[in-house]
């Protein structure tokens, strides 16, 4: 029998796909504290993220609900890989949880939508994703409840 490197699942082109939902509410979370270094040296460290649940219109990996942790990043590099990616989805069932930055500017934009509650809709463009998790190559929050020219409603709702 003789190996077959370089033609299995790894080696495969993986799917992209992108969907799209609504913003069903949002958490806004700030952090402070301090860590000894060394002998007689503390550091202090500040965190601020923002988590933004709702519904997607069609399931990824048989989830409709997401949970995005969404947090701001001064050095933004694309990560390396054959898709460049912004963030990642870490787990898929029963909510689609996913961890994305933004720039210190845009992450006070939405964090100032979310305040004043117009926070509407989200997009999101990732890889078919394996064993419940994989990279997002894109994502945008828009204050419209629009998705792709009609007026979205959640699965259930009226």
Not at 82 to 107: D, E
Not at 136 to 144: D, H, K, N, P, Q
Request: aromatic share 8%.
């Amino acid at each position: 029998m003789t190996a077959r490197f370089g033609k299995g699942i790894a080696a495969q082109r993986r799917e992209v796909m992108s969907r799209s939902g609504l913003v069903t509410g949002w958490e806004l979370s700030a952090s402070a504290r301090s860590v000894k270094e060394e002998p007689g040296s503390w550091k202090r460290s500040d965190g601020l993220n923002l988590a933004v649940f709702g519904e997607f219109t069609e399931e990824v990996s048989g989830a409709i609900k997401f949970d995005f942790l969404i947090y701001p990043e001064e050095k933004l590099d694309a990560q390396r890989m054959k898709i460049q990616y912004v963030g990642s989805f870490l787990r898929c069932k029963p909510i689609l949880h996913a961890a994305v930055t933004l720039s210190p500017l845009h992450f006070q934009a939405i964090v100032s939508a979310a305040i004043a509650g117009t926070l509407g809709s989200l997009h999101v463009t990732c890889e078919k994703l394996r064993y419940g998790s994989g990279p997002i190559s894109s994502m945008m929050l828009s204050t419209s409840k629009v998705i792709d020219g009609n007026a979205a409603s959640l699965k259930g709702s009226a």
